[in-house]
């Protein structure tokens, strides 16, 4: 069964800094990875979409990387902003699912911009 | 894209009570997910409900302790039954169509069982 892991599991950082997210996975058989933002108390805000034969994707100040055969992604967040702080969740789509279309999520870094 | 809807979106409960949580989609959808968020977890798969029949039911879930109902393609409902604290949970909708480019989540239902 698929096992999507995310190091660290918090991290806070000082405004303005770049920062890194990783997430590992044990199947490299995927579809597509997806990096959500879950703020408190609210559902999931889908960020980046990367298909598996891509190697990354970029919107705004958030770049995702893709290395499907290491079986790793990374989420670069840019000059990060206190508006930023949130629970930033990995998601893999296997490829050979069909009908139950199931992502398994990763547990996610909560992560804090201090001002 | 596609906005989802919940109601209700927090609520606390007695135990070996229930509570039904609705989920409403502002488009015609194929597939619609229920999740499972425990506090301190990710979120784990519930079951997929499918219109007009049984829903799909993952290991570890079961339809006495959860039902649903998804009458046409954008309503579905889930039932959190007999309620224990260990229910105390986010659950969420989540939808996939075709015509969508990716999954998306609804805004979840923050349950405390006391």
């Known amino acids: 069964k698929q096992e999507v892991t995310q190091i660290p599991a918090a991290l806070s950082v000082p405004e303005g800094e770049n920062l890194v997210l990783n997430c590992s996975f044990t199947?490299?058989?995927?579809?597509?990875l997806q990096w959500f933002r879950q703020d408190p108390g609210k559902g999931l805000t889908s960020l980046l979409l990367i298909q598996s034969s891509q190697r990354e994707q970029t919107s705004g100040r958030l770049n995702a990387s893709l290395d499907k055969s290491s079986g790793r992604s990374t989420l670069y967040i840019a000059a990060s902003q206190p508006g930023d702080s949130a629970t930033y969740l990995c998601?893999?789509?296997?490829?050979?699912?069909?009908?139950?279309?199931?992502?398994?999520f990763g547990t996610g870094t909560r992560l804090t911009v201090i001002p | 894209s596609a906005v989802i809807s919940q109601k209700p979106s927090r609520d606390i409960c007695q135990r070996g009570t229930s509570l039904t949580i609705q989920c409403q989609v502002d488009s015609q959808v194929t597939m619609m997910f229920w999740y499972r968020q425990q506090p301190g977890q990710s979120l784990t798969l519930i079951a997929t409900?499918?219109?007009?029949?049984?829903?799909?039911?993952e290991s570890g879930f079961v339809i006495d302790k959860f039902p649903i109902s998804r009458p046409n393609l954008t309503f579905s409902t889930l039932t959190v039954s007999n309620m224990s604290p260990e229910d105390s949970s986010i659950y969420l909708c989540?939808?996939?169509?075709?015509?969508?480019?990716?999954?998306?989540f609804g805004p979840g239902t923050r349950l405390l069982v006391l």
């Open positions: 199947d490299s058989a995927i579809y597509n």
């Open positions: 409900a499918n219109q007009g029949s049984e829903a799909t039911y």
């Open positions: 998601a893999v789509r296997e490829a050979y699912q069909t009908g139950a279309n199931n992502l398994f």
């Open positions: 989540s939808v996939f169509s075709s015509h969508l480019p990716s999954q998306y």
